[in-house]
Structures are given as C-alpha cells and as structure tokens.
C-alpha cells in the first residue's frame, strides 16, 4: 500500500539522548516534511525538503536536523533531547513543493523524560 | 510572518449543518486547504481554495474571500464519523517559502 511509513510508533527517550525518527515514503513524492503536534498548538513545520538533496528551515528547527540523500527518506535528528521536544511528530510528502494535499504518516509520539 | 485564527471547539446535532471558519494573515497568499485528523491520527487532505469561491467535494465545502483574509469548511449532513480536529492551513510566500502552515485546529463533536 502507497504512502508513508514513520518508524518508530512511539519512544521514551532519557533526556540528553540522541534519537532519530525514520520517514520512508513509496509514492516517489520529491517534497517532505516534518511537523511536530502539540496539544493547542496544532502542527508546526520543523523541516522540509523540496526535493531530494535540498532541505530548508521550518518555524521551529532548533534541536532539530533532517538529511534528504534520496527521495525515499526523510530521517529527523534530535541531537540531544530535551523535555520540551516531548510532541507528536508527523512526516508528510506531497508531488511537488507547491502542491497543497500532503499525505501524512501515522506519527512518532515522544515522551523526553 | 502568518498566522490564522480558527475556533478551538464546535458542536453539531447528526443531520445538521455545521460551518468552520478560518481567518488568516500572510505575507503573500497562495491558497487556503483544510485537513481533517480523527483522534491524533494521521491528518488528511480534504479540500483547497486558491481562488474566490465555494469549492464542494461530496458533503464538504470550502469557500475563499481573499479580500476578507476569510475562509469556512461546511459539513453537512453531519455523521457521528464527522467527529475531529479540523484544520485550515495556508500556504504563502514567508518564511518557509511556501510550505504550509496550519492553524491550531477545531475540535468538531457531533451528537446523536
């Protein structure tokens, strides 16, 4: 089935630690993102990618890093986490970088503890 | 910058008619879109404006004033299913160059 896989469903994650969120997608979508859910304050863009190759700055990407090496995957680092990086996070492609339907995988829930 | 303001709750009765609205402020518009998310899950596309008008898909519409910085999602017919967060999101030429960016979502509950 098409669409986008996020791995892993859900984390516990020991303050300090480094972590990376995997996004995997088979529609061959050349643009990606990152938000993350907080409650209140609806989805925020961390990352994006327009194409693979390319990735730009969201509204909120401190403590965050995000590679694009290929169209396929679009991993989000957390160098060293922190309790207020404790969110729902949702990876989302679309064709193109001008397009307005994303799909969206089913999201990474992270409790930084 | 952007921002857009959309109410936090609505309730609706099954069978009714319900109308979200969405007001916005951009640097640079190109067009509003509305998602529907049940239950934290994966949010889903449901509808875009880019230009002035009602555009229907099935039980759903969405309209656009870009003169009023204006738009609305309207449920008809509403289904228990119905119930969720309901998101209008616009895309503009800011800071992040045109990548959407999404209200705070509106928690549509609907009663037998």
Redo the contacts between chains.
Sequence with gaps: IAGITQAPTSQILAAGRRMTLRCTQDMRHNAM?W?R?DL??????IH?SNTAGTT?K??VPDGYSVSRANTDDFPLTLASAVPSQTS?Y?C?SAPG??E????????TRLTVV | GQSLEQPSEVTAVEGAIVQINCTYQTSGFYGLSWYQQHDGGAPTFLSYNALDGLEETGRFSSFLSRSDSYGYLLLQELQMKDSASYFCAVRDRGNQGGKLIFGQGTELSVKP
């Design positions: 993102y938000y859910q209140g304050l609806g989805l925020r863009l994006y730009g969201g509204e729902v949702f989302a970088h001008q307005f339907g994303y799909t969206f995988g089913s999201g």
